[in-house]
């Protein structure tokens, strides 16, 4: 049997808007992953530790804030801390594009902006994944 | 990746969340692997003592915040708690939205609460095939109470029985009328109804209901708002002392299953003398005469009922029958009970250390599968086991 990829479908900060993580995280149930979702308003700490107690190979962090700047680096920052950072981050939600190469900089490995596909998510995961 | 599984689960025991998460994916997905991760905690010794506590009941009933609200009352005390919590995998794509973590609060620093969530990928039951190495995993990180909730479940997903010793069937008002609360299935199974959303209307109702027919402790909980929970960590804890050991005999009872006298074995000097007893006085026919070489026994069996006589005549001097004539002359000399799997009787009856002539089934008269168990282990009697197909 092929291993089923874990995901971890965070929201971090303070927004109270999931539409957009729940449907992602439906929409990667129906691709085969198993999607674990934190739930609203959590820090970076809470979503790390989730992230390794659930053993997931990659994090998906929905924000639509405006604070990811600050929150995705520090999640990625607190993966090395905890000697995890081989689980993939990326991201999605309203990000300016000037910000994405600071992103991608500090290490998240893609962002989806609004108009993306699912699909794509999906396929990008799997391939980052090794899948 | 490929990890090295013992070092593996040496860090997880050292405390190391990550591979301690790590040993139980590998647990969870099964093969050389799991089987790998369940040699090195054996050979630890484990003694699971850990106490495991099952919530079940039906979806949108309250379960997952229960269990936090649970889980930080046993972690305040200082318990370190494991958690374990089982959601539906698609039974189309594979894939899962596992969202009881959405219910935990944030952990705090000073209690130790591990939460891992599971498909239950594919197995009927409420629960997932790893949920019982996650816990002997978890246990032997130093979790202890683990608690285990099943999927939303309806009336009849009764896995969790096998695996906690305390199950708590999580209830709501609102649900049905007092047929519900007689039905079979799982209103049988809880050790303790936790009657959730207490505040809401009909809750009284349902409690009352529930203690007109059951005999286990109703507590009345608001998960939310955290009423009631004391009492049921108290009733839980009560609970959980007696309940291991009550478990653990039902399921050695379980395990083997006798099914009736298959027949009682005289030793007779002639079968054809006997006959004139058997057959003449009370009417019993026999059916067909075998003879056993192995045994150096002829054999007439005699049907009596669900039952049968099985007449032994020896065929020669120095066999069993021959010599068991020689010393208590004719009479009855073994009682046979009928079993449903031999192989697995013999093994359950050898690791409860009963003295067995046959540690494996041979063959006996009429096709069945028999095995002698020693008179020292059983007040006297010859025992034979058997099994027929």
């Known amino acids: 049997m092929s291993k089923v990829i874990r995901i971890l479908i965070a929201k971090p900060g303070l927004d109270g808007h999931d539409r957009g993580a729940k449907v992602v995280s439906r929409a990667l149930r129906d691709e085969g992953f198993e999607v674990i979702y934190t739930g609203l308003r959590k820090t970076p700490e809470e979503i790390v530790r989730a992230a390794i107690e659930e053993d997931v190979s990659a994090i998906g962090l929905s924000i639509l804030s405006g604070a990811h700047n600050h929150i995705f680096p520090r999640v990625i920052e607190l993966l090395k801390q905890e000697n995890a950072e081989d689980i993939i981050v990326f991201g999605g939600g309203i990000i300016p594009d000037e910000d994405i190469p600071a992103l991608k900089e500090a290490g998240v490995k893609a962002i989806f902006t609004p108009g993306a596909t699912t699909a794509s998510i999906a396929d990008f995961i799997r391939e980052a994944c090794g899948a | ?389």
């Open chain 2, 1 to 389: 990746m490929n990890w090295d599984i013992d070092k593996l689960v040496e860090d997880a025991l050292a405390g190391s969340r990550r591979s301690l998460s790590k040993c139980i994916s590998l647990v969870e997905n099964g093969g050389a692997d799991a089987h790998a991760v369940r040699l090195v905690l054996d050979k630890l010794g484990q003694r699971k003592t850990a106490k495991r506590i099952g919530l079940t009941g039906p979806p949108g009933s309250g379960k997952s915040t229960l269990v936090n609200k649970l889980a930080e009352a046993f972690a305040k005390d200082g318990n370190r708690v494991g958690i374990i919590a089982v959601d539906p995998s698609s039974p189309y794509s594979g894939g899962a939205i596992l969202g009881d973590r959405v219910r935990m609060d944030a952990p705090s620093e000073t209690t130790d609460i591990f939460f891992r969530s599971m498909g239950n990928r594919g197995a009927a039951g409420g629960l997932s095939d790893a949920c019982a190495g996650a816990a002997d995993v978890l246990e032997a990180c130093g979790y202890n109470p683990i608690l285990i909730e099943t999927v939303g479940v309806g009336q009849s997903e009764i896995e969790i029985v096998r695996h906690a010793d305390v199950v708590i069937v999580v209830m709501v008002p609102g649900l049905g009328d007092e047929i519900q609360s007689i039905k079979a299935g799982i209103l049988e199974i809880g050790d303790v109804f936790a009657v959730n959303k207490c505040d809401l209307p009909g809750a009284d109702r349902t409690a009352h209901e529930l203690r007109a027919v059951l005999s286990a402790p109703v507590v009345m909980v608001s998960a939310m708002n955290g009423e009631g929970i004391e009492e049921l960590v108290k009733t839980i804890s009560l609970l959980s002392q007696t309940a291991r050991q009550k478990k653990l005999l039902k399921e050695s009872e379980l395990k083997m299953k006798t099914l009736k006298i298959d027949h009682v074995g005289i030793a007779v000097n002639s079968i054809e003398e006997s006959l004139g007893f058997y057959e003449g006085m009370l009417g019993i026919k026999a059916e067909g005469v075998e003879e056993v070489a192995e045994q150096k026994v002829k054999v007439a069996f005699l049907p009596c009922g669900d039952s049968e006589l099985e007449l032994l005549e020896s065929t020669s001097p120095d066999g069993p029958v021959a010599r068991f004539i020689e010393k208590n002359g004719e009479g009855v000399q073994h009682i046979a009970i009928r079993v449903d799997d031999i192989e697995a009787a013999l093994e359950e009856l050898k690791e409860k250390g009963v003295r067995l002539i046959d540690e494996t089934p041979r063959y006996g008269a009429g096709g069945a599968s028999i095995a002698f168990v020693h008179p020292k282990s059983a007040g006297g009697v010859l025992l034979e086991l058997c099994e027929r197909k």
